[in-house]
């Protein structure tokens, strides 16, 4: 069989097509996770998010993380737990969306405790967020779980 130029032209459509097709299969297979499922809904009511955002500013320093051996201890000023109206914790890891956990305020005393065998070791972000007189507040605070 002789070799030109045209041969050359096939053998380099159907590696590129190889190629395209290996490439196409790879990129089917990732997982994608997103912030958040419902993410252009959240975008819509970003301006609604700004004003949380800025409200709940000042609140930042009356919250603590701790890490304790066995659980994880979120330290509450007096104040904003007398005011509380109703509020949720989502551990937020941003690696991966199927490692979440959500479950409502449950304090003892000023503190919500979270215990540590539920988590896997890595990065979380704990997203507090609250109802007090009739305005939502939210803050989020990094945690490394060991």
């Not at 819509?44 to 930042?60: F, G, I």
């Not at 305020?105 to 007090?132: A, C, D, H, P, Q």
Request: hydrophobic share 45%; with cysteine.
């Amino acid at each position: 069989m002789k070799f030109n130029w045209g041969t050359g032209i096939l053998i380099f459509l159907i590696l590129f097509l190889l190629a395209c097709a290996v490439f196409i299969t790879f990129a089917m297979r990732q997982d994608v996770n997103l912030v958040h499922k419902d993410y252009y809904e959240k975008g819509v009511d970003y301006t609604d998010q700004m004003n949380v955002n800025a409200r709940s500013l000042a609140l930042t320093d009356s919250i603590q993380v701790l890490l304790k051996d066995d659980h994880l201890q979120v330290d509450f000023e007096k104040s904003i737990v007398s005011k509380l109206d109703s509020g949720r914790v989502l551990l937020y890891r941003p690696s991966s969306s199927k490692m979440d956990i959500t479950f409502p305020m449950i304090f003892t005393e000023n503190s919500l405790n979270i215990n540590r065998s539920n988590l896997v070791s890595g990065r979380y972000i704990i997203k507090l967020s609250w109802y007090s007189a009739g305005l939502k507040y939210e803050i989020d605070k990094p945690v490394v779980i060991q």
